[in-house]
Antibody, heavy 118, light 106 residues
Framework: QVQLAQSGAEVKTPGASVKVSCKAS????????VGWVRQAPGQGFEWMGW????????SYAKKFQGRVTMTTDRSTSRAYMELRSLRSDDSAVYYC???????????WGQGSLVTVSS | DIQMTQSPSSLSASVGDRVTITCRAS??????LAWFQQKPGEAPKSLIY???SLQSGVPSKFSGSGSGTDFTLTISGLQPEDFATYYC?????????FGQGTRLEI
């Protein structure tokens, strides 16, 4: 069965970086894109970007360009999302999701809580 | 960016009811529309893609319709496990954008 297992919760201070991992299993990793979406406490969803594990093509939301890097490791079927220069309003649950059909996210990871606090 | 607006923002219903949630896009997105369910403390669960196609394993009590700018999600025969928050999402263009959610309460 398709599963996306994400790394655990992190607490960071303002200005630091965080790197969230997402391990895919149950399907051929390179056949599907991976998207990253975040959800601040009690808020809706915010799309951060997408990466194609087959060729590393990617697209980032303008809001995060310059601060985010998405990568994949095909040898371990893992996707990574690194966010730098963290601010308090970056505190959120970060999700990875499998992209089935050009932006249709059919499977989601369990989420990784990132808390930014001094 | 394409704005997605859901209505209502919250909805009260009873077990066995049939409910409809509406999602409107700020521009034509054809049928590039997905619906998700989210329960407190859980990850989203995909229900529908391409406006009206059920994801694998999703019961037929969930149905979607619409094209262009106006879309609906209908849930029939509400059961206790259906009480959750529902979101629409467009994937016609980047950045992908989401509705603000509709909280379905008993």
């Amino acid at each position: 069965q398709v599963q996306l297992a994400q790394s655990g919760a992190e607490v960071k201070t303002p200005g630091a970086s965080v790197k969230v991992s997402c391990k895919a299993s149950g399907y051929t990793f390179t056949n599907y894109g991976v998207g990253w979406v975040r959800q601040a406490p009690g808020q809706g969803f915010e799309w951060m970007g997408w990466i194609n594990p087959k060729n590393a093509n990617k697209s980032y939301a303008k809001k995060f360009q310059g601060r985010v890097t998405m990568t994949t490791d095909r040898s371990t079927s893992r996707a990574y999302m690194e966010l730098r220069s963290l601010r308090s309003d970056d505190s959120a649950v970060y999700y990875c999701a499998r992209e089935a059909r050009g932006g249709d996210y059919d499977y989601w990871g369990q989420g990784s809580l990132v808390t930014v606090s001094s | 960016d394409i704005q997605m607006t859901q209505s209502p923002s919250s909805l009260s219903a009873s077990v066995g009811d049939r409910v409809t949630i509406t999602c409107r896009a700020s521009e034509d997105i054809s049928n590039y529309l997905a619906w998700f369910q989210q329960k407190p403390g859980e990850a989203p669960k995909s229900l529908i893609y391409a406006a009206s196609s059920l994801q694998s394993g999703v019961p037929s009590k969930f149905s979607g319709s619409g094209s262009g700018t106006d879309f609906t999600l209908t849930i029939s025969g509400l059961q206790p496990e259906d009480f959750a928050t529902y979101y629409c999402q467009q994937y016609k263009t980047y950045p992908l954008t989401f509705g603000q959610g509709t909280r379905l309460e008993i």
